[in-house]
């Protein structure tokens, strides 16, 4: 279990970096757009139409990348999420948002 655990971690971690260069996630980051949040998936923290639009592309990709990996692990969809939710918050760069205490916040 710990295995799969570790693996469903290393998969998700490329996840978020293959999204990053896919679709200019950093850049997004890097100009506070958009934010981690507590359960696996982006933010807006600009309310923008094209931020928003960034934030569901990213978000429906983050779930169904989820999805398999907790079929294929044996756990729930809500364990993959907060396991990469964590993952998420910890590589959150210096100044990028972060969604704690129902507010953005730069770490």
């Given at each position: 279990?710990?295995?799969?655990?570790?693996?469903?971690l290393i998969i998700v971690s490329f996840l978020f970096s293959s999204i990053a260069?896919?679709?200019?996630?950093?850049?997004?980051?890097d100009k506070?757009?958009?934010g981690e949040?507590?359960?696996g998936y982006l933010g807006a923290v600009v309310a923008?139409?094209?931020?928003q639009d960034?934030?569901?592309?990213?978000?429906?990709?983050?779930?169904?990348?989820?999805?398999?990996?907790a079929a294929k692990n044996g756990i729930t969809l809500?364990?993959?999420?907060k396991l990469a939710a964590k993952k998420a918050y910890d590589?959150?760069?210096t100044g990028h948002y972060l969604w704690v205490g129902n507010q953005w916040t730069k770490k």
């Open positions: 279990m710990k295995n799969r655990i570790f693996t469903s260069f896919a679709i200019d996630l950093d850049e997004a980051k506070g757009l958009v949040k507590g359960n923008q139409k094209d931020t960034l934030v569901a592309d990213i978000n429906a990709k983050r779930k169904a990348v989820y999805a398999e990996l809500q364990q993959v999420e590589k959150t760069s």
